[in-house]
C-alpha cells in the first residue's frame, strides 16, 4: 500500500514539472520541413474555408496559429536571393532553407508563443500532407503511391481526424462552426480509406474548393491593378490637356489668324 502511494505521488510530481508540449514533442523532434508542408494545407484549405464561413478557431483547437510552435520561426524567415533564406532574428543569410532551419533550432528556438505546444508536423497523415505537397518525381510521391494501404491505419487516422474536427470545429456552437465541421469531416476525414476513387475524389474536391478562393483573390487583384492603371492614365491625360499643353491665350492668338492671314505666311517656311 505505501509502494502504491509512492509510486502516485512520484506520477504527480512528474506530471507537474513535465513540459507543455503535448505528446512529449519538443522543437529537437519536430521536422520543420513537414511542420512547414502542414501549415501550407492549414492556409490553402482550412483556415481560409474558416475566414469564408466567418468561423474564428478556438485556441483549444491544435490547428490555431497561436498553438503552432514554429508559427513566429516561420514568420522571422524571408527568401533573400535565389535558393537563400534570410534570419530575421538575426539577419544572417543561408544557402537552402533547411541551413536556416537548423540555425533557428540552434539559435533562436525559444522564440514560440506562450502556448506554442503544438507540432504541426503530427499532424501531416492526418491533412493529407503527400497528398497536397507531393509532387512527381519526390520521396513522398513515390511513397505515397506505391505504398500498400492498411485498413488498420486508416481507421485510426480517421479517428483521429474527427476527433480533431471535433476539437476544432464543435457542431453544436453554431452554424458557422457546424459548416466547417461537415466539411472538414466529409473531405478530409472520409478521405482516409483505401477506395482509391473515393479518396481521390474528396480531396479534388478540396483542391478545387481552395483553387476558386485563390482565385477569385487574384482577380481582385488584378481588378484593382487595372483599376489603378485607369486612374494613372485618365491623370496623365489631364495633365497634358490642361497644364502641359498650350495656354489659352496661345490658342486664341492663333483662332485669330487664319492660314492665309499675312502675318502666318510671313512666318511660314517653304
Not at 535565389?82 to 541551413?99: A, I, L, M, S, Y
Request: charged share 20%.
Amino acid at each position: 500500500m505505501r509502494l502504491m502511494k509512492l509510486i502516485m505521488s512520484v506520477q504527480l510530481v512528474l506530471g507537474s514539472v513535465a513540459p507543455s508540449h503535448a505528446a512529449g514533442v519538443s522543437m529537437t523532434s519536430c521536422d520543420h520541413e513537414r511542420s512547414r508542408t502542414s501549415r501550407t494545407v492549414l492556409q490553402q484549405h482550412v483556415l481560409s474555408m474558416a475566414a469564408k464561413a466567418k468561423y474564428q478557431l478556438s485556441e483549444q483547437c491544435p490547428l490555431h496559429p497561436l498553438r503552432d510552435m514554429y508559427d513566429i520561426q516561420h514568420s522571422a524567415r524571408h527568401r533573400h536571393h535565389g535558393t537563400q533564406w534570410k534570419c530575421g532574428f538575426c539577419d544572417k543569410v543561408f544557402r537552402t532553407e533547411p541551413f536556416l532551419d537548423q540555425h533557428m533550432a540552434s539559435n533562436h528556438q525559444n522564440e514560440t508563443h506562450p502556448d506554442g505546444n503544438v507540432c504541426l508536423a503530427d499532424w501531416c497523415e492526418v491533412l493529407h500532407c503527400d497528398h497536397f505537397a507531393g509532387k512527381p518525381g519526390t520521396r513522398h510521391f513515390f511513397h505515397h503511391h506505391t505504398a500498400p494501404c492498411r485498413p488498420k491505419a486508416k481507421t485510426k487516422l480517421k479517428q483521429q481526424c474527427q476527433d480533431l474536427a471535433e476539437r476544432c470545429f464543435p457542431p453544436g456552437v453554431g452554424k458557422e462552426a457546424t459548416l466547417m465541421y461537415d466539411y472538414f469531416t466529409e473531405h478530409f476525414c472520409g478521405a482516409h480509406t483505401c477506395i482509391q476513387k473515393e479518396r481521390q475524389a474528396r480531396l479534388q474536391t478540396v483542391d478545387q474548393l481552395g483553387s476558386q478562393h485563390r482565385v477569385w483573390g487574384n482577380r481582385i487583384l488584378v481588378g484593382l491593378l487595372m483599376l489603378f492603371m485607369a486612374l494613372l492614365y485618365a491623370g496623365i491625360w489631364v495633365y497634358l490637356q490642361y497644364y502641359a499643353g498650350p495656354s489659352h491665350a496661345d490658342i486664341r492668338s492663333n483662332r485669330q489668324f487664319p492660314l492665309w492671314s499675312p502675318r502666318v505666311r510671313k512666318n511660314k517656311v517653304y
